[in-house]
Antibody, heavy 118, light 108 residues
Framework: EVQLVESGGGLVQPGRSLRLSCTAS????????MSWFRQAPGKGLEWVGF??????????EYAASVKGRFTISRDDSKSIAYLQMNSLKTEDTAVYYC?????????WGQGTLVTVSS | AIQLTQSPSSLSASVGDRVTITCRAS??????LAWYQQKPGKAPKLLIY???SLESGVPSRFSGSGSGTDFTLTISSLQPEDFATYYC??????????FGGGTKVEIK
């Protein structure tokens, strides 16, 4: 059974940084791309970014709203994907989800809440 | 970026009703569309992929149709557990994905 568990959320001040983790199990993590999404309180879903598997270069793509501030990385030896969030803004407040692969989204984590507030 | 417009944004319906939600893409996306159901405090759940393929384990009262720019999610007979918010999502521009704004289905 595929399991994805996000962690690392919390309350952070504007301008500060936070790193989220997505710990995976139930599949060969290194074979898959991973994506991050977010959902602001009471709002819809937004794609944040994506990291390819090492077989496809391990390269990343980002939404315009986070490009230059957020960085996705992966540690295949630990089956973890990371979302490093810098220069956080109040509008980054959201529940952040990770998913396996990036097209048809069958497997989601439970989400972790990030609150950016002074 | 491809925009998806869902309508209506909310609707009220009774158990047993037939419910239809539409999703329009700003440009043609072939059949690269999925539908998700989300309940409060939970992650989205995949219902339909490739516009009309029913995900394994999803009740057959859910169906999807369309291609190009116009798509529809239909619930043939609304059940109590179907009250939720529904989102369409395109993956034609994978890995850059976009979602519709959501349709909240409420109890009449």
């Amino acid at each position: 059974e595929v399991q994805l568990v996000e962690s690392g959320g919390g309350l952070v001040q504007p301008g500060r940084s936070l790193r989220l983790s997505c710990t995976a199990s139930g599949f060969t993590f290194g074979d898959y791309a991973m994506s991050w999404f977010r959902q602001a309180p009471g709002k819809g879903l937004e794609w944040v970014g994506f990291i390819r598997s090492k077989a496809y270069g391990g390269t990343t793509e980002y939404a315009a709203s986070v490009k230059g501030r957020f960085t996705i990385s992966r540690d295949d030896s630990k089956s973890i994907a990371y979302l490093q969030m810098n220069s956080l803004k109040t509008e980054d407040t959201a529940v952040y989800y990770c998913t396996r692969d990036g097209g048809i989204l069958r497997d989601w984590g439970q989400g972790t809440l990030v609150t950016v507030s002074s | 970026a491809i925009q998806l417009t869902q309508s209506p944004s909310s609707l009220s319906a009774s158990v047993g009703d037939r419910v239809t939600i539409t999703c329009r893409a700003s440009q043609g996306i072939s059949s690269a569309l999925a539908w998700y159901q989300q309940k409060p405090g939970k992650a989205p759940k995949l219902l339909i992929y490739d516009a009309s393929s029913l995900e394994s384990g999803v009740p057959s009262r859910f169906s999807g149709s369309g291609s190009g720019t116009d798509f529809t999610l239909t619930i043939s007979s609304l059940q109590p557990e179907d009250f939720a918010t529904y989102y369409c999502q395109q993956f034609n521009s994978y890995p850059l994905l976009t979602f519709g704004g959501g349709t909240k289905v409420e109890i009449k």
